[in-house]
């Protein structure tokens, strides 16, 4: 089992929204519908980026330039979807189900993953 941790302040991520193609880089088209239609959008952001810093994190590979190859979806327990070289990373360390929670505050968001090991299939 592997786990991932990960803090990040709100106003923080509102500033890195400003920056032109921020979002673009780091969230998939999924991600920023959803989370353009909340009241608050940069909480939800600064979860998902917490989220994805978690589960490189849990994932022993980390997201730095591999932001979209983790998609964090669904509501109100998030799904993972991995794609590409990360993908294939988690294949290679041979993980399992990637469980994520994530919250958020007024000023903090924060997001805990865990990764399974595969359970090989000796019977």
């Known amino acids: 089992m592997r786990i991932g941790l990960d803090l990040i302040e709100i106003p923080r991520i509102e ?53 979209r190859e983790v998609e964090i979806a669904g509501r109100p327990k998030p799904g993972v979807r991995l794609s590409g070289w990360t993908r294939s990373w988690a294949d290679r360390v041979k993980a399992g189900t990637i469980d994520l929670s994530m919250t958020h505050s007024r000023e903090l968001a924060a997001a805990i993953c865990v990764v399974t090991d595969t359970v090989l299939d000796v019977g």
């Open 15 to 67: 500033r890195a929204l400003a920056r032109e193609g921020f979002r673009e880089r780091v969230f998939t088209d999924a991600e920023r519908a959803y989370c353009e239609s909340r009241p608050n959008p940069a909480q939800h952001y600064a979860a998902r980026f917490a989220g994805k810093e978690a589960i490189g994190k849990a994932l022993g590979c980390g997201v730095e330039w591999r932001w």
